[in-house]
């Protein structure tokens, strides 16, 4: 039987994981600060979880209706708001990640950033 647990006892969120693991470590302070930091970064990854999805949409809606598909390549024409919303979004979520990265790295030392 696998010691894995399933989707009904497996924690719904980072602040539940976090703290199941501080109480399950007999946590020192060190471990609080440091459980307290990641719960912070829930919202940063749920935000990042929206925003890779809102991406996906727009690539899907503009990568989806090819003009002309050939052997080898597909041709496509796009509206310049559906590039200009593809862009910002990848750019959005190139901040995302870095900003993540960096409060991610501060939590696991017990910082807020």
């Excluded at 910002?88 to 990265?101: P, W």
């Amino acid at each position: 039987m696998s010691d894995h647990p399933d989707s009904t006892t497996a924690p719904k969120s980072i602040g539940e994981l976090s703290e199941n693991i501080v109480s399950k470590l007999g946590a020192s302070r060190r471990d609080e600060q440091v459980a307290d930091a990641m719960r912070s970064l829930e919202t940063q990854v749920h935000d990042l979880v929206h925003m890779s999805h809102i991406t996906a949409d727009v690539a899907e809606a503009m990568f989806d209706r090819p003009d002309k598909i050939m052997k080898d390549r597909l041709v496509y024409s796009m509206h310049v708001s559906e590039r200009d919303a593809f862009l910002f979004a990848l750019g959005n979520i190139e901040e995302r990640v870095k900003t993540f990265k960096a409060a991610y790295m501060a939590a696991f030392d017990g910082e807020t950033v």
